[in-house]
C-alpha cells in the first residue's frame, strides 16, 4: 500500500526521485516503495516533492518538508527547483485544506524565489495555482474566473493532469463563494469524474470533496452526506478539517462527535469545533455556550477566509434575536419571510433538526419557524435556534393537523408582514402560490381565516377589512414556517444517505410515518432515479447514488497506522 512507506528511507539519485514523485502523484505505491528503499544518495528537491506529496495522506509516518528546509534549493539548480515547487504545490494544497492564510501567502512568497528566472511553464502554473487559492481566501474574485481558465487550458495542453482537475477545483470554489451555485455545480461534477479517470489519489479526493459541497449548495444535502460519508473512513489529518465542515453544514449530526478543540488546530478545525459546538449549544438552548462559541467560530472562519460568509449565515439564522439586515440581501430576505429559498449555505442545516423523543413526524417536518415581537418587528429563525429563544419566552403556536398545513402559512405570511398587513391579494398570493381570483376564491380564503383566527384564539387577533388582513399579537409568538418544511421525499433521502440503505419498513419506523406512505414515497424517487431500488430477500433496500460520484478508488484507502 502506499501508506505503508518508512517515515525516512534511503534517497535515490535525483533523476528517479522525479520519477518517484511522479508515482506517489498517481498512487503507484509498490514502485515508490522499491525504489526509494533501493539505496542512499544526496537529497535533492524532488526528495522534498515526494516527501510533501506522502504527507498529504499520511502525516503520521511521513512528515512534509517545512518552508525552511524548501528555501534551501532557491539557489540551486532549475531541477532541484522545480521539485520544491512540486513540494510548494502540495503544502499550499494542505494550508488550503486546513485553512492556513499565513502559511499559503509565506509559500507563495517562497514559490515567486524559487521560481525567478526559471522558464518552466509547469513549474509556473503551479505557482499560479498557489496565487489562485491565496487569491480565493482573500476575497479576491475580480479577474479570477477568466484567469483560471486560461490556466487550465494552458495545463491540458501540457499534458499536467494534476493541474489540469486543481484549476477546476479552483473554479469551483469560487463559483460558490461569487454566488454561482449551477456553475460550481457544472464543474465540480466534471472535475469529479477527471480525477478518476486520470487516477489522481489526492485530486480524486479534492474534487469529491467539492462535488460534496456543491451538492449541498445546490439543496442536496442529502447526495453531499452520501459523498462525505463515503470520504469519512479514507481521509486523514490534512483532509479532515475541510471534511468535517463540509459535513456539519451537509446536517450529519454525527459529525458532531469528537468535538472537543485540538491544541494548535488550524483555523479551518477549529472553525469546525467551534462550528459543531455552536449547532450543539443552539440545540440545547445554551445561550452562553452558543455566544462564546459563535464568536469562535467567526474569528476563526474570518482567519481562514474560505468559509467566513457561511460561518455569518448560521450564527444570524440560528439566533432569532439578532438583526439580518447587514449580512447579505438573500439571507436578509429570507429572514425577512420575502424569499423561502434560503441562502445555499443553509441547504444542510434546513434539513438538520435533530430528533427528540416526544418529536412526531409533523413536527420534524418544520425547518424554520417567525418569531413575532410586539414593538420589535418579526423574523425568520432556524428551528435548530429555537432552543435559544428562552429569553424572550414565546407563546408556541402549534402545529394544526391539516396536511398542507394553510393556517400555519397564512400565520407566518402575515407575522412576517407586521403591523400594516397585506392587501388582500398579495396575502393569498403569499399564502396559496397563485393569483387571487375573488369570484373564484373569496369563499375559500374566508373559509382559511375563520380557521385561522380560531387557531390562535387567546394568543392573537386576525384583523381583515377594507381590503387588507393583519396579524395582532400581544405576546411573542413562535409560529411555525411550512414554507420552510419538508416533503416526506426529503426526509427519506436523508435518512438513506445517512445509514446507506434502508427498507420501507425501517423508514417508516424512523420517520414515524406509516409503511404505505414510505413504500409510495421510495418508489417514485425510484422510478425518477433519485434513489435506486436493490432486492434484499422479499424485501427492497432503497440507496442514494450519485451520477458523478464513485467510491474512491482504492489507492485513497488508508492502511493502519
Known sequence: MLYDLAVAPPLPPADSARKIHEAIVHGDARTATDELQASSHPESGWHDAARAALALFRPETTRAPDLAALAR???QSEDDRMGALAACSHLALTAVLSGERRVLAELVALEARLLDGMSNRESQLRVELSRAWQSLMLGNLDGLEAALDAYQGEARQLGASAL???FNVVRAFAASLDGRTDDMLAIARRVSRMARTEALPAQEFSAHLMLGRARRRSGHPHLATHIFRSLEPMACAAWRPWLTWERLLAGDATALENHETVTG?????????ALARTLR???EGNRAAFDAAAGELVAAAEASGLVH???????IALDGTTAASAHGEV???WCRGEQNLAPSSLHGLLAWSPPTEDEDAEADSIRANVLVRPGVGARRVLALGTPLLESVAPRHVRRSRRKQGRVETLLAVLGCAGDAGLDTATCFRKTYEFEYQPAVHEDVFSVLIHRTRAHVDGLAEIEHGDGRIALRAPVALLIPDPRCGDATRDRLLRLIARGGRATANEAARTLGISVRAAQDALKGLAEEGVCVAHRSGRKFEYA???????EPTQRLARSPA
Open 331 to 333: 439571507l436578509s430576505a
Open 164 to 166: 489540469v482537475v486543481d
Open 281 to 283: 449549544a443552539s440545540g
Open 544 to 550: 442514494v447514488e450519485d451520477t458523478a460520484f464513485s
Open 73 to 75: 534549493w532557491v539557489n
Open 309 to 315: 460568509a457561511e460561518a455569518q449565515d448560521v450564527v
Open 265 to 273: 488546530a488550524p483555523p479551518l478545525g477549529a472553525a469546525g469545533v
